[in-house]
């Protein structure tokens, strides 16, 4: 099992966040979910995960995030269709190949989004959802790449 290390994060449920689940500040240490996210089973779990990583995601060394990048390029390259949560789907619709090849703030959200709804769909322990449509191959891949990050007995710096 992997365990989080580093200062607290505070996590707040809101009423509404107008139209979005959830809203994370890295500087304040605070995640907030709409509380549509306890409405349906497993949301949250997924939510809150994705919101988690993205602490992982600042805390990760520059040869990690590129390595990361290199498993997205190969897919993207290859035309694999679908994701692993809307938001990487959304902005991965958005790229285009000059992206791509010169490392856009467009390329780097997505990298980071892809890495976020990654590992939400492994840690949360949501085995269906309508918004996992990356292919199992693919799925595949990212389940090694962060086996080979994250072993069962890493602290993941948050």
């Excluded at 509404?16 to 089973?41: K, M, N, Y």
């Excluded at 989004?113 to 996992?132: G, I, M, N, P």
Aim: hydrophobic share 40%; net charge positive; glycine share 6%.
């Amino acid at each position: 099992m992997l365990a989080l290390v580093g200062r607290p994060i505070r996590i707040e449920v809101r009423r509404s966040l107008g139209g979005q689940w959830a809203a994370t500040s890295i500087p304040r240490r605070l995640i907030l979910l709409d509380s549509e996210v306890l409405r349906t089973r497993g949301e949250f779990e997924r939510i809150l995960v994705h919101e988690i990583f993205h602490f992982v995601w600042r805390r990760l060394s520059n040869a990690s995030r590129r390595s990361w990048e290199a498993v997205m390029k190969a897919e993207y390259e290859g035309n694999v269709g679908g994701e692993l949560g809307w938001s990487a789907e959304l902005r991965k619709r958005q790229l285009t190949g000059a992206d791509l090849a010169r490392r856009t703030p467009a390329w780097r959200r997505y990298a980071c989004e892809s890495f976020c709804d990654s590992a939400a769909w492994l840690y949360s322990r949501v085995v269906r959802h309508e918004e996992f449509t990356l292919p199992a191959w693919a799925r595949r891949r990212r389940r090694r790449w962060f086996a080979d990050k994250f072993p069962a007995s890493f602290e993941i710096p948050i």
